[in-house]
């Protein structure tokens, strides 16, 4: 990210202009963002003037068959844009190459999806609409929607899944097994609802049950995981910033929506023994290497 996450000497080669189409269930887009991709993973994301990397996400129409050119890849949707649904086959003998995103159709949601289709990462997520999900991400995203506490649809979303990113809480409270995960992150405002007083306390006290049971139980599973205790999200370009990963800094200060997206994809590449959390927010310390900063940072929890 621009003077924060790369420096300008390590971009390469390609930069691609994307231009997303609006859609009425988003907020209205206006302009252009630039993805910047070296060799195969995601190096930079750039925002111009004000608008946001992931402020004008992919869809179907404009973004679907940019990627497919990308990689080489058929048209797989059919034309009319109706979606086959094939047969489940459940396998425990499958690879989990894939990672899951639990509100995928939330702003968050998508800027995560967004980075790891960049990845070239084997992406699943869980929506409200499949269908929208699939007209916004085509073929690149195995979308799943219906209620996680059913055990046929858990079993679904898990398939293959070797990580899970919960951009928003409430989905670690609500399901029984997450057998076989070997990673889950937890982006978590509860610092933030936890420093809420008056008016705001109490139109996030909801939110704020449901990500104190999530941590819980989080902690409770056994998994290795990595809790992100970010400030107060911002719908501010990322990348334009530096950070702090101070102790209490997340109940006071703020972190760009993009930047947490941001973190979230990379932390999926430092994975600890059992458990690592730590707080984040946008500051003065500029950042050259993530999977240094994350190293460090975990190495100083252990302690």
Not at 10 to 34: E, H
Not at 51 to 65: A, M, T, V
Not at 121 to 148: C, H, M, P, Q, W
Not at 174 to 200: D, N, P
Request: charged share 25%; aromatic share 6%.
């Amino acid at each position: 990210m621009a003077g924060t996450l790369s420096s300008s000497s390590t971009l390469l080669s390609q930069t691609y202009q994307i231009f997303a189409s609006q859609k009425p269930w988003r907020k209205t887009l206006n302009s252009s963002f630039l993805v910047n991709i070296e060799k195969p993973s995601l190096t930079r994301c750039s925002a111009k003037k004000k608008i946001g990397f992931f402020d004008q996400i992919l869809d179907y129409i404009e973004g679907g068959p940019k990627l497919r050119r990308w990689y080489g890849a058929p048209e797989l949707l059919p034309k009319d844009g109706s979606v086959v649904e094939e047969e489940e086959e459940f396998s425990d003998d499958e690879a989990r190459d894939a990672v899951l995103v639990t509100h995928g159709d939330s702003e968050i949601g998508q800027m995560v999806i967004l980075s790891l289709i960049v990845k070239r990462t084997r992406v699943k997520a869980l929506v409200k609409d499949k269908r929208t999900a699939n007209e916004a991400f085509g073929t690149y995203v195995e979308s799943i929607s219906g209620d996680t506490s059913n055990k046929t649809i858990l079993k679904k979303a898990l398939r293959g899944v070797r990580a899970i990113i919960c951009p928003n809480e409430g989905f670690l409270s609500s399901v029984e097994s997450l057998k076989g995960v070997e990673h889950i992150i937890l982006l978590s405002q509860l610092s933030i609802y936890r420093a809420s007083s008056g008016i705001q306390a109490l139109m996030t006290s909801n939110s704020m049950k449901l990500a104190e049971k999530d941590e819980s139980v989080l902690m409770a599973s056994g998994i290795p995981y990595t809790i992100i205790r970010a400030g107060m999200l911002k719908n501010t370009p990322g990348g334009t910033q530096g950070f702090n990963f101070s102790e209490g800094c997340a109940a006071s200060g703020s972190l760009s929506m993009e930047d947490a997206a941001f973190i979230c994809v990379i932390a999926l590449e430092v994975v600890p023994q059992s458990r690592f959390t730590f707080e984040v927010v946008n500051g003065g310390e500029k950042v050259s290497d993530w999977k240094e900063v994350l190293t460090r940072l975990m190495e100083k929890t252990e302690q």
